[in-house]
């Protein structure tokens, strides 16, 4: 799908990786070559999704394509977010200070701890007894 009007980006949110690209056109946006009300059925996810284009009042004006694998869906939707922000600061760099100003430019580092060895969880730790 490289074409010369095509930008590409990644996005990531905990484990979850969204390749993303944005090209002009009618609004459509196509997740695993599902739509978007399909695909996430929430409609404050789908509304957190699109926020990027709502700031830069592109909503409506580029095309998304996007496939994502890994993690839930509410991660799944933040990484196909950063992937479009990331892709319309390529468009346009002067959008990249609106959208920093929001947060979304920086992927978000918040990742699930992993469980330590001789130990219940990732902080839980066994009942210590004296005696």
């Not at 926020?51 to 004006?61: A, R, V």
């Amino acid at each position: 799908m490289e074409q010369e009007n095509t930008f590409y980006a990644t996005g990531r949110r905990k484990t979850a990786i969204a390749r993303t690209w944005i090209k002009p056109g009618s609004g459509e946006i196509v997740i695993n070559n599902r739509p978007i009300e399909e695909y996430f059925p929430i409609e404050t996810i789908r509304t957190d999704l699109i926020q990027p284009f709502k700031l830069t009042n592109t909503f409506g004006s580029y095309d998304v394509k996007a496939t994502v694998v890994g993690g839930g869906i509410a991660g799944q939707a933040d990484a196909v977010r950063h992937g479009i922000t990331r892709a319309l600061v390529i468009v346009n760099p002067d959008f990249r200070l609106t959208l920093k100003r929001a947060g979304f430019i920086k992927r978000d580092p918040r990742v699930k701890e992993r469980k330590k060895y001789g130990q219940k969880g990732a902080r839980a730790r066994f009942q210590f007894s004296k005696r």
